[in-house]
């Protein structure tokens, strides 16, 4: 029943900053992480970043020190901060979420990020 709603993608220039936002409609029972990936155009997707039930935090090498993951306290929505945006990171952002459960795992619709050089 929970659903994933994505917003904050957009057309930007290489250099430029970008938030996305993932809202769930409610709380995940037994949360393990909470995550982004991106897919690019001929490519498989990838994990881009993801943030855990107790804070901690791991990156892509490819966007380490340039993207931040956060989350709200009541753990309902996830972001992705973006800076120094480069024409490689352009593609459809996907969040996920996922409980301890094998079968708890949720999708936002995905957003798409394009970055221009």
């Known amino acids: 029943q929970v659903q994933l709603v994505e917003s904050g993608g957009g057309l930007v220039q290489a250099g430029g900053s970008l938030r996305l936002s993932c809202a769930a409609s409610?709380?995940?029972?037994?949360?393990?992480?909470m995550g982004w990936y991106r897919q690019a155009p001929g490519k498989q997707r990838e994990l881009v970043a993801i943030?855990?039930?107790?804070?901690?935090?791991n990156y892509a090498d490819s966007v380490r020190d340039r993207f931040t993951i956060s989350r709200d306290n009541g753990q309902n929505t996830v972001y992705l901060q973006m800076n120094s945006l480069k024409p490689e990171d352009t593609g459809v952002y996907y969040c996920?979420?996922?409980?301890?459960?094998?079968?708890?795992?949720?999708w936002g619709q995905g957003t798409q990020v394009t970055v221009s050089s």
């Open positions: 996920n979420f996922r409980g301890i459960s094998s079968s708890s795992n949720y």
């Open positions: 409610g709380s995940i029972f037994r949360l393990n992480y």
């Open positions: 943030i855990t039930s107790s804070g901690s935090t």
